[in-house]
């Protein structure tokens, strides 16, 4: 086996950690859908802004001192404290909270039973709402985000996979951060699933996924449920901020992980959560391997910006529901 | 007392069926087409010109543009900016392999290859509908900006990977470049907007109108009292990619004079002008107006008042300026999801009975 042929699989099993990673903003979408039938496209600010809240955190920024400074002359920027990682995730996972419950107290309720589009747009209005928030609260400068996970490249696999290849074969490179990535991500979609099948709540969501109406008719109430759901989207945000955040530096880009979760939304189905997972595996694996083996050969590199897009596009053609979506039908 | 329509009979169906039917309105409309061709071209200089006036007009043609396709045809596109690139892209093409070809003949000729790529796109929105016709619109708005980054040939591979206009005039008046005068520039995007804005008015009222109207109320409907989805849908995407190629043309060739792809054409623009539709009203061509009037004035006040008079760091002012664009399309959409247009419309239906509303 030639050295290009591992190449190729180790392109492969980067293409699949790249793939989890999407499914993992894919998945707020997601659950936000089901519940609520709201398009929910602040969900990569949301990503930010909660690494952002993180990283304020745990290196005790003071909140909104660029403005203070420019109000009031003063120059205050930090307390001079260090927060430890875990107490830093559990207040931003507070902060997530509390801002699903405005978000439902200020938006959603005013707009229930207004048109789809209309919800879309409310929620790409909170997308720059957020943004400048986020920025305003805790600047804009790129920041570093640690909390504890290991970085740069596994040793152990490489050493142990070097022999495969001949001479010109080093292993397969696989990054820490990303194995952590995938295992966190499967834990988290399993979590998730028991959650939706074996408690109360769980149940709960899954009644207003099917039918709001009936689901209020027996007693559920949407607006506990949606604070619920945003709070979920919030905590699915908060890791995959997580990750993205120690992976490149929490800046605005992150942000548009986003607009790279809408292809593998329509791949896999808006409203299925097997769905986002088999669909941010195929987008994931799909844009590395046809970059390695088509874009950079031949198109001179860069496919991966649109690749998804094209993918999805055409599968559409043929399947406009997804893989795993409803089936749309459609009576006059 | 003064705006009603008591005391105005119509004696002809074309009386009848005439844009501004109500007195008042019509002469608002020769009054501000008057002062917009006698009295602006005097007393505009570079910063309003170049800040406010040009950048309206543009958009305000793409937004008639998405207008036709959303508001009109029910079809969502994201795709915007991709086509405003096309329309750059082939207007430089044009320009610098014709040189002798008439400015005017250049930016009709873009606005009809966008047409083409536009339809191109569109044809996914007849097996597909809202939210996922929406995703799928950015598969262009992608591509295409990777695409005219890419390959050279769209730029004459010049190094920057930079596109910037020759100079053109028009009746020996510069219109591009940079010897261009402010007033000409407005002239000559006026005179696009006029045109435009007419052709979709009527556009909209006629059969094809129609047509698009019946696809986005109810399709199978339609198709049931035989309005062709195809022909209705394709000529809405043709239509409106027309409109904004025309507007990228413009944007590039006029008011920038010259762009880089990603820079120029982005995500954000596709927003921007998606702002502008859903802001100033849906299904409505002052609604384009307005919007794109809003959309342009409103950064540019904030930034007066953070920067010029609180003189605050111009980093803080457009954070602050994120948050109140988010918050009031937030705002506008819970107290006015009609937007503008709409106000407008409950206004002047007020202004009808007064003083006397019972």
């Given at each position: 086996m030639s050295a290009n042929f591992y190449y190729?699989?180790?392109?492969?099993?980067?293409?699949?950690?790249?793939?989890?990673?999407?499914?993992?903003?894919?998945?707020?979408?997601?659950?936000?859908?089901?519940?609520?039938?709201?398009?929910?496209?602040?969900?990569?600010?949301?990503?930010?802004?909660?690494?952002?809240?993180?990283?304020?955190?745990?290196?005790?920024?003071?909140?909104?001192s660029h403005l203070i400074n420019a109000i009031f002359g003063t120059n205050i920027h930090h307390f001079g404290w260090h927060l430890p990682a875990l107490f830093a995730i559990i207040l931003t996972l507070m902060v997530m909270i509390l801002f699903a419950y405005l978000v439902?107290?200020?938006?959603?309720?005013?707009?229930?039973?207004?048109?789809?589009?209309?919800?879309?747009?409310?929620?790409i209005g909170l997308a720059y709402f957020m943004e400048g928030f986020g920025d305003l609260m805790w600047g804009a400068d790129i920041k570093k985000l640690d909390v504890g996970l290991p970085q740069g490249g596994n040793t152990w696999l490489e050493e142990k996979t070097a022999f495969l290849g001949g001479p010109d074969f080093y292993g397969f490179y696989l990054d820490n951060l990303d194995i952590w990535a995938t295992a966190f991500a499967g834990l988290l979609v399993v979590s998730l699933v028991l959650f939706s099948q074996y408690t109360k709540t769980g149940r709960a969501l899954r009644a207003v996924a099917d039918d709001?109406?009936?689901?209020?008719?027996?007693?559920?109430?949407l607006r506990a449920i949606w604070v619920i759901v945003w709070s979920i989207a919030g905590f699915v945000a908060l890791v995959a901020g997580i990750m993205w955040g120690s992976k490149s530096g929490v800046q605005f880009s992150l942000s548009l992980i986003a607009l790279k979760a809408l292809p593998v939304l329509m791949l896999g189905g808006f409203t299925s959560i097997p769905g986002a997972i088999v669909g941010g595996l195929i987008i994931g694996i799909g844009e590395k391997m046809f970059e390695f083996l088509i874009g950079v050969p031949f198109l001179g590199g860069a496919t991966e910006?649109?690749?998804?897009?094209?993918?999805?596009?055409?599968?559409?053609?043929?399947?406009p529901q997804g893989l795993f979506g409803e089936k749309i039908i459609e009576r006059v | 007392m003064l705006y009603r329509e008591a005391g105005d009979f119509k004696t002809s169906y074309a009386k009848d069926q005439q844009t501004f039917p109500i007195a008042l309105d019509r002469w608002g409309y020769f009054l501000t087409i008057a002062v917009a061709v006698l009295v602006v071209p005097f007393i505009l200089n570079d910063y309003w010109s170049n800040a406010v006036v040009l950048p309206f007009l543009i958009y305000a043609i793409a937004a008639i543009g998405l207008n036709i396709l959303i508001g009109y045809c029910g079809q969502v596109s994201l795709g915007s900016g991709g086509f405003m690139a096309v329309g750059a892209y082939a207007s430089y093409k044009l320009m610098t392999a014709f040189p002798e070809l008439n400015i005017v003949f250049v930016v009709?000729?873009?606005?009809?290859?966008?047409?083409?790529?536009?339809?191109?796109f569109g044809l996914p929105s007849l097996r597909i509908?809202?939210?996922?016709?929406?995703?799928?619109?950015?598969?262009?708005?992608?591509?295409?900006?990777?695409?005219?980054?890419?390959?050279?040939?769209?730029?004459?591979?010049?190094?920057?990977?930079?596109?910037?206009?020759?100079?053109?005039?028009?009746?020996?008046?510069?219109?591009?470049?940079?010897?261009?005068?402010?007033?000409?520039?407005y002239l000559f995007c006026l005179g696009f907007v006029f045109v435009m804005a007419w052709a979709a008015r009527n556009m909209t009222r006629g059969a094809n109108g129609r047509k698009w109207m019946a696809i986005r109320d109810m399709d199978i409907a339609a198709e049931i009292i035989g309005v062709d989805p195809l022909k209705a849908k394709l000529t809405a995407f043709g239509v409106s990619s027309f409109y904004i190629g025309i507007s990228g043309a413009l944007l590039f060739s006029v008011y920038l004079g010259a762009a880089e792809v990603g820079e120029a054409f982005g995500i954000e623009k596709s927003f921007l002008i998606l702002f502008m539709v859903i802001i100033g009203g849906l299904g409505s061509m002052f609604g384009s107006f307005a919007g794109a009037a809003f959309m342009i004035l409103m950064p540019v006040l904030l930034k007066n008042i953070m920067v010029g008079q609180m003189d605050w760091p111009t980093d803080l002012a457009s954070h602050f300026q994120f948050v109140i664009v988010g918050g009031?399309?937030?705002?506008?959409?819970?107290?006015?999801p009609h937007g503008l247009a709409q106000l407008w419309r409950l206004t002047k239906e007020k202004l009808r009975l007064w003083p006397f509303p019972h």
């Open positions: 190729g699989i180790e392109v492969f099993l980067n293409g699949m950690m790249a793939g989890v990673l999407y499914s993992l903003v894919a998945l707020g979408f997601v659950l936000i859908f089901k519940a609520s039938g709201i398009f929910n496209y602040a969900q990569g600010v949301m990503a930010l802004f909660a690494a952002l809240t993180l990283v304020g955190f745990q290196n005790g920024q003071i909140p909104f439902e107290k200020y938006i959603l309720k005013h707009l229930v039973n207004q048109e789809p589009i209309i919800l879309f747009m409310a929620t709001h109406q009936a689901a209020l008719s027996v007693g559920i109430s910006n649109w690749f998804a897009y094209m993918l999805a596009l055409l599968f559409l053609v043929f399947r | 009709i000729l873009s606005g009809g290859i966008t047409a083409l790529v536009g339809m191109l509908k809202g939210f996922y016709l929406a995703v799928a619109t950015l598969a262009a708005q992608f591509f295409l900006v990777w695409l005219f980054n890419k390959v050279p040939w769209f730029y004459n591979y010049s190094a920057s990977g930079q596109i910037s206009a020759p100079e053109r005039s028009l009746f020996g008046f510069a219109v591009t470049g940079a010897n261009a005068h402010p007033a000409t520039s009031l399309i937030i705002i506008f959409l819970i107290v006015e």
